[in-house]
């Protein structure tokens, strides 16, 4: 169920998230317009990152349960993140275009939303976090599929 205490894991999570999305803030691809966003979807967005940011923030690192067992969840999960890191590197380095915003990056389709989702997933079985499952369950129901919705738009309008 974890422990209350800062999550120094979490953390370097949150920065890992949030310096390429303020970045991308001020470099959005042209054509990007989430006006016809579900609202529905959006709504199980919001909730999931509000949940999944103190989620990962306030439940400390400690692993009670020892790390042999768990330690491959943790790997798995920073891998994602890293992949998350280079999904952004490509972005910026490529024009910050609708096509490489939204095109798969090294087999993950919709990168931009399914890895950060799948890597807290993990980071949630590792820590035992049933919140943290929880909370990426949901804010993977709002996030992938409000990409997946911009998907279907790109893809009808080429």
Not at 61 to 80: F, K, M
Not at 110 to 122: D, S
Request: aromatic residues 14%; positive net charge; hydrophobic residues 50%.
């Amino acid at each position: 169920m974890g422990h209350f205490g800062l999550s120094y894991i979490g953390l370097i999570y949150m920065l890992m998230i949030q310096i390429p999305n303020i970045i991308w803030a001020r470099h959005m691809p042209q054509g990007y317009d989430p006006s016809g966003e579900s609202k529905v979807l959006l709504v199980f967005e919001r909730c999931g990152q509000v949940l999944c940011t103190i989620t990962v923030l306030f439940f400390s690192d400690t692993n009670p349960h020892g790390l042999e067992p768990w330690l491959s969840w943790l790997v798995a999960s920073a891998l994602l993140m890293v992949l998350y890191e280079g999904f952004w590197l490509r972005y910026f380095r490529g024009g910050c275009t609708l096509r490489d915003f939204y095109r798969p990056f090294l087999g993950a389709p919709a990168p931009g939303a399914v890895l950060p989702v799948a890597a807290f997933l993990l980071l949630g079985i590792y820590g035992r976090l049933i919140w943290l499952v929880v909370a990426s369950v949901i804010l993977a129901i709002g996030h992938i599929g409000i990409h997946w919705q911009h998907q279907q738009t790109i893809r009808r309008e080429s």
